[in-house]
């Protein structure tokens, strides 16, 4: 008996703890996200899966650019020429894949 309503209270507790935490937003993100900016050597595109690009704003002064490979994540430098062309001909890449 005393077993049944041991459970019975952690589940009400369960419940109104969770209800407590779904669906509320988590609220902006303050800070940049590259605390680290991968410059050189150059990355070929072939190894770039993809691109997330973040403007600048109130959550960090610079532009971002996030390249995704296979390895994972790495944030690169938006002012380098290489970058910049890495961008381009992702963006190519991507508008031929969409036709």
């Known amino acids: 008996m005393k ?14 703890l969770l209800s ?3 669906g509320q937003p988590t609220g902006p993100q303050l800070r940049c996200k590259c605390p680290k900016i991968y410059s050189e050597p150059a990355i070929p595109a072939e190894k770039v ?4 690009f973040i403007s600048a704003g109130p ?9 995704t490979m296979k390895k ?6 938006p002012t380098k020429d290489w970058v910049i062309s890495l961008k381009e ?5 991507n508008l031929k894949s969409q036709q």
């Open 72 to 77: 994972g994540q790495t944030c690169l430098d």
């Open 59 to 67: 959550h960090c002064k610079n532009d971002e650019i996030i390249a």
């Open 89 to 93: 001909e992702i963006n190519k890449r």
């Open 49 to 52: 899966l993809s691109l997330r």
């Open 3 to 16: 077993l049944t309503i041991s459970a019975f209270v952690l589940l009400i507790c369960t419940a109104a």
């Open 20 to 22: 407590t935490t779904e």
